[in-house]
């Protein structure tokens, strides 16, 4: 059987398209993320609460977040309990900042 250099070119396309697919958070502005992150105290808040560097709080054993989905509901659940006034755009960033520095959740 023989494939058209066509269908094989979209084949590929499409396998070379796999890795972007699995980002949880594709429109996110990471830079952003990393601004509020520190800025919004979330940075300060965490290590005060566990007298280490933030990211212990994300990485250590007994941690919360074991899913994209629990990330958002926490951020979110943080924007709200604080009084952040954060969009809902900026939780997406500071989701996806916190995930591409610790959980590297896939999907």
């Not at 250590?60 to 977040?65: A, G, S």
Request: glycine share 4%; with cysteine; aromatic share 12%.
């Amino acid at each position: 059987m023989r494939v058209s250099l066509t269908v094989a070119a979209g084949l590929l396309a499409g396998f070379t398209a796999l890795p972007t697919a699995a980002n949880p958070f594709p429109d996110a502005d990471l830079a952003n993320g990393r601004k509020i992150h520190y800025e919004a105290k979330c940075a300060s808040c965490h290590t005060e609460k566990t007298g280490r560097d933030e990211g212990f709080i994300y990485l250590r054993d007994d941690r919360k977040v074991k899913s994209v989905f629990d990330l958002k509901r926490y951020v979110s659940l943080c924007n709200s309990e604080l009084r952040l006034e954060l969009f809902p755009e900026d939780e997406r960033d500071v989701a996806a900042f916190v995930n591409q520095q610790w959980y590297k959740f896939r999907q």
